[in-house]
């Protein structure tokens, strides 16, 4: 597997936009429904367990956290939209910080959109390949969890969600993947690694 996010540290943890790292080199994006494994799945990456925080607990991300895993090279877990038992002041706060933050953020080059293998393509999910897609930015689907389903269940999830990716996106690549047994993080990385090569020059 890459070495590549092997050397992540914790850079900094950003409650509002404007605290963020200075907007100047490359960042992704991990993104997702509340949830969905985008903590474990930076953890299963960079090979650091307790890197980035998981909890059993739906809403645990509250804040911008940002790894850096070279010079001016990020990652950066967002918190997870829509679980209905975040106060909704705070579920109001972070909307309006991610759409910010999705909109005006130059060095994010790219997102890898987190869903449960068991279900997927949600409205925000749906609109965030979309949006990539228009965008311009790279877009990464991960089906997380396929742990918890037979290698035939898998399979059609796959199937099913690539046709459904494809309606919204020529682009948006896809896999299964277990963030919790690190099923599929090399080809994440070999995904994703690509995305940060000569992306200025
Ligand atoms: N079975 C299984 N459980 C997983 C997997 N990935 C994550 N989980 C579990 O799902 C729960 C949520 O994981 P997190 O990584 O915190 O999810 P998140 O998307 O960061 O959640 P928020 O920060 O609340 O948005 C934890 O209990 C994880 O152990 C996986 O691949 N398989
Ligand atoms: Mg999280």
């Given amino acids: 597997m890459s070495q590549l996010f092997n050397q992540s540290q914790y850079l900094v943890s950003a409650y ?25 799945t930076i953890n299963a990456l960079t090979n650091h367990k307790g890197l980035a925080k998981v909890s059993k607990t739906p809403g645990r991300t509250q804040l911008f956290n940002c790894f850096e895993f070279a010079p001016g090279q990020r990652l950066i877990d967002l918190p997870g939209y829509g679980y209905a038992k975040v106060p909704e002041k ?7 910080e991610i759409d910010y933050y999705l909109m ?10 987190i869903m449960d293998i068991r279900h997927p393509m949600k409205a925000f999910d749906e609109q965030m390949i979309h949006w990539a897609a228009q965008s311009g930015l790279h877009s990464h689907v991960l089906l997380n969890k396929a742990d918890k389903l037979s290698r035939s269940e898998m399979t059609k999830a796959l199937l099913t969600t690539k046709k459904d990716i ?5 682009t948006t690549t896809c896999q299964t993947f277990s963030a919790l047994r ?10 994703i690694s690509p995305w940060f090569v000569n992306n200025d020059e």
């Fill in 90 to 96: 705070m579920r109001k706060h972070w909307q309006k």
């Fill in 182 to 191: 690190k099923q599929g993080a090399d080809v994440l990385s070999a995904t």
């Fill in 104 to 113: 005006n953020r130059q060095s994010l080059i790219g997102v890898v959109i």
């Fill in 166 to 170: 494809a309606k919204l996106s020529q």
């Fill in 16 to 40: 509002r936009y404007d605290q963020l790292p200075e907007d100047e080199g490359q960042e992704i994006a991990f993104v997702g429904r509340s949830n969905a494994g985008k903590s474990t």
